[in-house]
């Protein structure tokens, strides 16, 4: 019974880690195929801080310890027990998560990991179905005694759950478990050479159209009673050919059917005089007349040929197509009069996605929880945030705002840390305490009923339950960009949320391994280890314009240049993860300036648009450059909804003439909208994403924010200028109703991002 408490323990470990950081294909070779199915890594860093809180190498499971191994082909878990190395080997604490113990640094995919010592002396791997290969595969992993190591397939179905859905013991090494592909449909290729070019199975199917012609001709010929070369369809095109070739078919045709009618005592040969040549008339050879043309009989030959060659395969990517077919557009909403859509792109596979969130869960539409773990970082940890941001710093007396968390109507954020397992015995002869699970007792108000991932009887005996903290995963992200560019392109705005963005990740790395540098509109933040960068590109009109100084922008008259966004593009070039917004720098009037020509220009040519066909023309250019310079297969594109500002109090039905100014409650009418943010905006955008031809997710964190007129810095910043003694007797007339405090609002903006980066 003993042997089964540990290996509940095992299974408990198993079964609560559930994230994955990056997708490598797992190729499994038989009988001359290559089948190409999706395998999701673990996090070493999660798996080091799972067995840090497990209690390290004094959890012991004798021969079935809860240690992992990663690897592209596969996530091997070792059952023998670590052994404690130099810890120089390991890599530091940026890698495994915590200071070496019992681990080793081994070079995987370019950069090190953490791993256990030990490996199994054998792999099987074998497709379940080669007639329905998506099932997925077998793999059996075996070794001896104290290396016994068995193989943990990760599942990705459509959720991005992840762990083994089926796990047997078939003997006292031999484990077996299954790996299924994500989509539901594996990928297979001839395990031979790279495969067919387009070119080369265009020529392939034309062929087999060709030759699908001339039998179902022949065959249809022969039964409206023609005889002879007669038989053969196109016999204009047959006259043309050479007679040696003419005289090699004609023996075919003879075996075929044998002599032609009046004319069997001769010969069929005898009966051609003069041989067909390109010179012999066609019109001399007697034809009945043509009831029904065979080009119908050849393309339903090939059809059916196709259909039963490939019906498998046909109906499985059919059915996925159906699939995806059947989500609908997904709309944001305001107030019930303002209803935008914007197309979401379906994709095989959108970059950096390990899973996808179901299509009934709008994760912007939701509410906000008070929760007293928040906020994710302190403002006095990050160095990187600005004065403006920074309102305890400046004297902002109680903290509220940082403590509310977004919870989506209806269902969840994906969950980003390592799920908690804490279990309870209420039953059954192996009462041994709490410590049976090695975890804490405690059950948590939002644990949910876990159930086993193994068929074990021992499971009827014990509750166990798992907590889901819905905590941004700086790790994922940092092993994500690990050589990687990240980039924010916009204004002010999009600054807080690349300075939010920093701080959720900055404390994870060394303080000799990172850096910030300014260079003119470009701020770069360094992760060395990681060779990854998070950029801020100032461009608040994303195009050229005289407000793109990026320290002295404030000029009222503002001008935008037509057709240039190649002027700040060229700095874009070569990003992996983009996050575009504007829409603040616009907000000038009804009519904005729009330059024709250049700056440099001494007569200016400037005409006005309104400011919907002025945007309509920025969002153009944005998705034209994006679709000409980025590569779908990639890299991922976002854009960031507007943010609100809330700096005329009636339109919450506060006192008029006041402000954001001493707000510490947000607003709780779910349907408010304020007068700031333009419906018609909102409306340009959802018309030209909708024709977008490169797939650009949209994070519309407007309504959510709409809500948070208590999360605006006020007057708690730095100012810009000294203030004046009218300013300082009326707060309400200098109060920042337009930038939000860090930490605050904006990490919740960037929770949302991972969402959708990786659950799209």
């Known amino acids: 019974m003993v042997i089964w408490a540990d290996l509940l323990k095992c299974f ?71 052994r404690c190395l130099d810890c120089r080997d390991c890599g530091g604490p940026s890698h495994c998560g915590m200071e070496c113990s019992a681990l080793v640094a081994h070079t995987v995919g370019g950069y090190p990991l953490c791993t256990t010592i030990g490996h199994a002396l054998s792999t099987k791997i074998n497709i379940i179905d080669e007639k329905m290969p998506h099932k997925g595969v077998i793999v059996k992993m075996s070794s001896r005694k104290d290396s016994c190591s068995l193989t943990v397939s990760v599942i990705c179905d459509v959720n991005g759950v992840q762990g083994p859905q ?15 592909h994500p989509s539901g449909c594996a990928e297979i290729v001839d395990i031979h050479g790279r495969g067919w070019g387009w070119f080369s199975f265009f020529l392939l199917i034309s062929a087999c159209l060709f030759g699908a012609y001339l039998l179902v001709g022949t065959v249809y010929r022969y039964f409206q009673g023609i005889r002879g070369i007669d038989i053969i369809p196109n016999l204009e095109f047959w006259s043309s050919i050479p007679q040696r070739t003419q005289s090699l078919f004609a023996s075919l045709v003879r075996k075929f059917r044998g002599p032609s009618q009046g004319s069997r005592e001769r010969g069929w040969f005898e009966t051609m005089k ?19 043309s065979p080009y119908l ?69 939701g509410r906000w929880v008070y929760d007293e773990s928040r906020p994710l970082y302190e403002e006095s940890d990050c160095p990187y945030i600005q004065p403006q941001l920074t309102c305890l710093e400046h004297g902002r007396p109680e903290t509220n705002y940082q403590h509310w968390r977004w919870q989506p109507n209806g269902c969840d954020l994906p969950s980003y840390e390592p799920t908690i397992c804490e279990c309870k015995v209420t039953e059954g002869p192996l009462w041994d305490g709490p410590t049976i699970c090695g975890l804490d007792p405690r059950v948590s108000n939002e644990c949910r009923v876990f159930e086993m991932p193994v068929p074990l009887e021992i499971t009827k005996q014990f509750n166990v339950v798992v907590t889901n903290p819905k905590r ?97 593009g060229k700095h874009w070039k070569g990003v992996d993860i983009m996050v575009f917004n504007t829409y603040l720098w616009w907000m000038t009037g009804l009519k904005m300036k729009i330059l024709r020509g250049s700056f440099d220009d001494e007569a200016k040519d400037i005409m006005e648009l309104s400011t919907e066909d002025a945007y309509r023309m920025a969002m153009r250019s944005m998705l034209r450059w994006v679709r000409i310079n980025m590569d779908r297969k990639k890299t991922r594109v976002f854009f960031t909804s507007m ?16 402000n954001c100014y001493n707000e510490t409650r947000m607003i709780e009418d779910p349907n408010y909208w ?34 948070r007129k208590d999360a605006h810095t006020s007057i708690y910043k730095k100012q810009w200028s000294p203030l004046t003694p009218e300013q300082i007797a009326n707060p309400v007339s200098y109060a920042d109703c337009t930038h939000w405090c860090l930490p605050g609002l904006q990490d919740t903006w960037n929770e949302l991002l991972f969402a959708k980066l990786f659950y799209p």
């Not at 013991?169 to 031999?174: A, L, Q, W, Y």
């Open 12 to 82: 408990i470990l198993l079964s609560t880690i559930s994230y994955t950081f990056s997708i490598c294909e797992f190729s499994v070779s038989d009988r001359n195929k290559l089948y190409n199915f999706s395998l999701a890594f673990l996090s070493p860093n999660t798996l080091m801080a799972f067995s840090a809180k497990m209690g390290g190498s004094k959890w012991d499971c004798d021969m079935v310890s809860g240690w992992l191994h990663q690897l592209c082909d596969g996530m091997v878990f070792n059952h023998d027990l670590p």
């Open 166 to 180: 089926l796990l047997n013991k078939t003997g006292i090494c031999d484990y077996a478990t299954v790996l299924r």
């Open 274 to 292: 003069p041989p067909l040549s390109s010179s012999s008339s066609s019109s001399s050879v007697l034809r009945k007349p043509r009831h029904l």
């Open 297 to 365: 009989f050849s393309l339903l030959a090939f059809i059916v040929f196709v259909a039963i060659l490939y019906g498998e395969d046909v109906a499985c990517v059919f059915n996925q197509q159906l699939q995806l077919g059947s989500d609908s557009p997904r709309y944001f909403t305001g107030p019930s009069s303002l209803v935008f859509g914007v197309e979401k792109k379906r994709e095989k596979a959108l970059p950096f996605a390990i899973g996808k969130t179901d299509p009934s869960c709008d994760i912007f539409s």
């Open 472 to 568: 941004f995963n700086a790790t994922l992200m940092l092993e994500t960009l690990r050589g990687k560019r990240m980039m924010f392109v916009g204004d002010s705005l999009n600054r807080g949320q690349y300075v939010s963005m920093v701080c959720l990740l900055h404390k994870l790395i060394p303080e000799d391994g990172k850096s910030m540098e300014t260079f003119d509109s470009l701020t770069v933040f360094t992760a060395k280890e990681y060779n990854a960068t998070i950029e801020f590109y100032w461009a608040p009109f994303i195009l050229e314009s005289n407000s793109d100084n990026a320290v002295i922008h404030r000029v009222s008259d503002r001008i935008v240049r037509k057709g240039s966004i190649n002027k700040h």
């Open 643 to 658: 943010s609100p500002t809330h700096a005329k109090s009636g339109d919450w039905g506060g006192v008029p003439g006041r």
């Open 674 to 707: 304020g007068s700031d943010s333009r419906k018609s905006i909102m409306e340009v955008i959802g018309d030209v994403f909708r024709k977008s031809k490169f797939p650009v997710t949209f994070l519309n964190i407007t309504q959510l924010s709409l809500y």
